[in-house]
């Protein structure tokens, strides 16, 4: 059974950083690209940033680019989100996800979820 749990969630004031790690069981983690999404309230799921199964291809949406590098590491099953310069708008839900396919930037790409982790940051 695949698993996907993610850690490092809660709050913090504006500017202040976090660090989110998705763990993974249950599937060849190395060879499944891997994204963060997020969710605020009374919002869509929205892509955050992904990384291919060999940490050769990343990609980031741009309200979070070169603020929330992800990374990888194969051996340990797990892939980690460094956010960072936190602001109120990155308040919400974070979602680990994974596919066997190539990486992209919509939902329905990925086939394994995590059951999310809130972050929150004050004003």
């Known amino acids: 059974q695949v698993q996907l749990v993610e850690s490092g969630g809660g709050l913090v004031q504006a500017g202040g950083s976090l660090r989110l790690s998705c763990a993974a069981s249950?599937?060849?983690?190395?060879?499944?690209?891997m994204a963060w999404f997020r969710q605020a309230p009374g919002k869509e799921r929205e892509f955050v940033a992904q990384?291919?199964?060999?940490?050769?291809?990343?990609e980031y949406a741009d309200s979070v680019k070169a603020r929330f590098p992800i990374s990888r590491d194969n051996a340990k099953k797990t892939v980690y989100l460094q956010m960072n310069s936190l602001k109120p708008e990155d308040t919400a839900v974070y979602y680990c996800a994974a596919t066997p396919y190539s990486i992209a930037r919509y939902a329905s790409r990925y086939v394994y979820w995590g059951k999310g982790t809130q972050v929150t940051v004050s004003s």
């Open positions: 249950g599937l060849t983690f190395s060879s499944h690209g």
């Open positions: 990384i291919s199964w060999s940490g050769n291809l990343i």
